[in-house]
């Protein structure tokens, strides 16, 4: 079992940055995949990005491509979301999940929500215009 903390959310205006972390507890940390999803009131929540577990593959939502990225330590048991050139429609609630992965080297990242296994509790991001 893991558990999951995000942390470093906050109010930023359009433009600006913001990085994300999700730190896990457990020395089993390398045997997931990470994934990042928001949420809106009202809305379904969306995939963001992803991270396998070895830290070599990724995948972006198109809507953060090229503005997002995702980035992992192992050794520290963290993975990153670093969040550049934001946008007021980024503003949403930010979690991080866990995906149990058998394959250190696998390259797939799932992208429903309903794959991962363990979920952390969000982090508030709001950009404002």
């Known amino acids: 079992q893991v558990q999951l903390v995000e942390s470093g959310g906050g109010l930023v205006q359009a433009g600006g940055s913001l990085r994300l972390s999700c730190a896990a507890s457990g020395r089993t940390f390398s045997r997931y995949a990470i994934g990042w999803f928001r949420q809106v009131p009202g809305k379904e929540r969306e995939f963001v990005a992803g991270v396998s577990r070895n830290g070599l593959v990724t995948r972006y939502a198109d809507s953060v491509k090229g503005r997002f990225t995702i980035s992992r330590d192992n050794a520290k048991n963290t993975v990153y979301l670093q969040m550049n050139s934001l946008k007021p429609e980024d503003t949403a609630v930010y979690f991080c999940?866990?995906?149990?992965?058998?394959?250190?080297?696998?390259?797939?990242?799932?992208?429903?929500?309903?794959?991962?296994?363990?979920w952390g509790q969000g982090t508030q991001v709001t950009v404002s215009s």
């Open positions: 999940a866990a995906k149990s992965s058998l394959s250190y080297t696998g390259s797939y990242i799932a992208a429903e929500g309903i794959e991962y296994d363990y």
